[in-house]
């Protein structure tokens, strides 16, 4: 009888911890988008002041804030995204330009179907359109993530434009 009731007990105790290994709480990062653009001579055109520049997205226009204007958020634990909005940033991470445009922060737990227009100074546009679904929690979280470019597929969220002009 002892047996039986040691035998049950690790059962339904081995059970449990089953379960709460499968308990996994995901924390979507945040999205931003990363423009770069040349000249028609391959010279970049971003600039901390980028006059007549704007994006639009879900029916709202952003111009370019400047450097200092995003300003530094306290980021805790429980980070929500935020809309930032469209501004000029110092390129660290690939050394090809001085400068680059970032929009962001796009909900990255959020699915969406999005068209982001880029409205650039020399008065033509670009079209970017960003895909996010189908969320899968647990223990090997996934989404299923998009981009799209004037309509064609694109590799990532970092999008180069060349001849383009500042009027």
């Known amino acids: 009888m002892k047996k ?24 979507w990062a945040p999205v931003n988008i990363y423009i770069y653009a040349t000249d028609s001579v391959g010279n970049s055109i971003i600039q901390p002041e980028m006059p007549g520049m704007s994006l639009t997205y879900k029916g709202e226009t952003y111009t370019v ?25 110092r390129d660290y991470d690939t050394y090809q330009s001085e400068y680059r445009l970032v929009f ?7 699915d969406m179907d999005e068209d982001i227009t880029l409205n650039w100074p020399d008065g033509s546009t670009d079209v970017i ?5 189908d969320h899968k929690e ?3 979280p996934k989404c299923n993530r998009s981009w799209k470019l004037n309509g064609e597929p694109h590799y990532s969220n970092s999008f180069y434009f060349t001849g383009k002009s500042l009027k």
């Open 4 to 27: 039986i009731l040691i035998a049950a007990l690790s059962l339904f105790l081995l059970t449990g911890c089953e379960e709460i290994v499968d308990d996994y709480i995901v924390d």
């Open 65 to 89: 804030k400047d450097l200092n204007e995003k300003g530094n958020q306290v980021q805790t634990r429980a980070y929500m995204a935020t809309i930032q909005g469209l501004y000029v940033q």
């Open 104 to 110: 962001g922060e796009i909900d990255g737990a959020a």
């Open 129 to 133: 359109h960003y895909h996010c679904s």
């Open 138 to 140: 647990g223990r090997n």
